[in-house]
């Protein structure tokens, strides 16, 4: 059924834009939920992939809305053991880690614009902020992730047990 | 700025086929928020109609009792003493056997009923709606009301007039208790159709449909992903119509290519011109495929040449018509002014009376297409390239002299072929008005040989139309 078919795409996409794996599992719910509640809105046009994809990132965006002012915390930030590590040494739990841990509205830039390809002007209009509110948090979110990545390679050099770059 | 590249780089590259099996509790979460939000909905949409349901039933209820029942032959006051109670509707009634005595009673007795009867009644009444338990507020409400109307005796003037006309040939002296008698049954009659009603409402499982409904809902989803990867898959086919019928009418131009005259070598030189003309038609074509139509169809085409500068004489024998039978009747020449200036010079000026005057030769064909139409462009307007022959049947063919307001029937011309072709070719445009209907346009080439015989002239027909119609599809 559409919820096996899909849950694995949109809730990487949810990891992608929460904070942490339980919020992503809210995320991936509410998504659904909304999918399933608006799929006579679904007007055979585009891709239906890509509506649910749109419907699972409105989603974060709107808890992201919500959350403004007060967000609790989530304990368990438990991610399924993903041993492929990239050529930079990295692993893709360590980078999602380093998304997860932007302030909300740097994630949200960067993913929308780096991740999705959304333009500045689109993500503009959906976190309703201006375009160079949208520029000033992607040009932030990629100094803290600089900064984050460049610390961990630092730390992988001096260990020696660690694969070479 | 390579340095911001060098970020976006590595995490788009990492992410590029990031995908995390979604937690294995997360689907239970969903369906159970899936069905709380169901519920929610539904209850207040299965109340409402209900409600609604159950209102209409009161009105149309009421209605038929109060004002539909004097028209009807009702039955439970008919005067013959028939028993025609609705056998269904009391059926489980125990007061049936009550209400049939008190009736045939209420006849047979001349219609006295004492109030100790209807006292009965209302309490057997009151247990049967207690013992029924359906919980219908409604239904209760109306024994409840049908009792203390019987009680007090208190009927409403719609009631009194009501039973007035229903009971034509009752004997006036028992009217109160018929009348009170008349209105508890109806109300009787009433709240049993309400029950009935109600158990239908009720047995009616639109709640475990819904419900069934949503699971479907749910499980089909699958199902319409799938669909939507095949729909971009299949074009669309929808069911194509293939035969077009078109009346069509089209001014023509008729002209020359070669050169000379038709009529006769004389006027070689003379300046000649075509009039406008008409030709209308009906045209059929069959659909092939997308791309090409095969048409056929009859057309009616009216040719007009004028040949100018020629001079009537009034006298014959001046003239010669190869080409033209000369009707019996005419007693004139038909020259060119060359050969008018001649004949003058040798018989002398003025001795025979001449007018300038205009040749004009009429033809009318029955015109047979064959042609292919090929779509070139299929847009909001179409279109198409047409190609094909055609043949034409001589079916006019006449040959007048106008001089100022008078025109003379000459003959015919005998060096026109019975039958005779044409090579065509048009540019079609079509634009959809409807399902149904196209209108056309079309500008018309069409080259004739083998019009006239061969080495009488050296005129070489065209004729150039502009047909337009109304495409009818079917």
Known sequence: MLYELYSSKLFSLSLKYSKNYAEAQDNLQDAFISIYENINQF?????????????????????????KVFSLN??????????????????????????????NRYRMVFNLYVLDGHSHKEIAE???????????????????????????LETKNKTPNVKSL | MSDDHNIDRLFQESFKDFEVDAPKGAWNNIEKKLNQNNKKRIVPLWQKVSGVAAVIAIIILAGSQWFITPKGNNSFVDSSGEETINQQNLQNNPINYNLRNSNSQNTDSNAVVNSDDLENISIQEEKVSGNSA?????????????????????LSSGLISNSNTVNPSKPVASTTKTKNYTALISILKSKAQIQNSHLNLKADPISTKSNKFNQQNLKSLVKVAEQINNEKLIPNKQQEKTWFVKPQISPVFYGNLGSGSAVDQNFNQNPGQSEVNVSYGLNLAYKLNNKIKIRTGVNQVNFNYNTNDVFLLSSSGFSSFNNVDVVSGFESSVVTSDQLSSIQESLGQGRIPSDESQLQQQLGFIEIPMELEYKLIDKTI???IIGGASTLLLNDNSLDIQTGNTTTFLGEANNINAFSFSTNFAIGLDYDISERLILNLEPTFKYQFNTFQSATTDFQPFFIGVYSGVVFKF
Not at chain 1, 50 to 60: E, V
Not at chain 1, 127 to 146: C, D, H, P, Q, V
Not at chain 2, 134 to 148: G, K, R, Y
Request: proline share 2%.
């Open chain 1, 43 to 67: 007007k055979h046009r585009g891709s239906f992939e890509g509506w649910m994809k749109r419907i699972t990132i409105n989603t974060a965006l709107k808890r992201y809305r919500n959350q």
């Open chain 1, 126 to 152: 959906m976190m309703e902020i201006s375009e160079g509110t949208s520029k000033s948090n992607l040009a932030r979110g990629r100094k803290i992730l600089r900064d984050k990545i460049n610390d961990i």
């Open chain 2, 382 to 384: 179409d279109v198409n």
């Open chain 2, 134 to 154: 359906q919980n219908n507020s409604t239904a209760l409400n109306i024994t409840t009301n049908a009792n203390q109307y019987s009680k007090n005796n208190k």
């Open chain 1, 74 to 103: 989530y304990e368990d930030n438990i991610i399924q053991p993903e041993d492929d590590f990239d050529n930079h040494g990295i692993s893709l739990q360590t980078l999602l880690k380093c998304i997860q841990e932007l302030p």
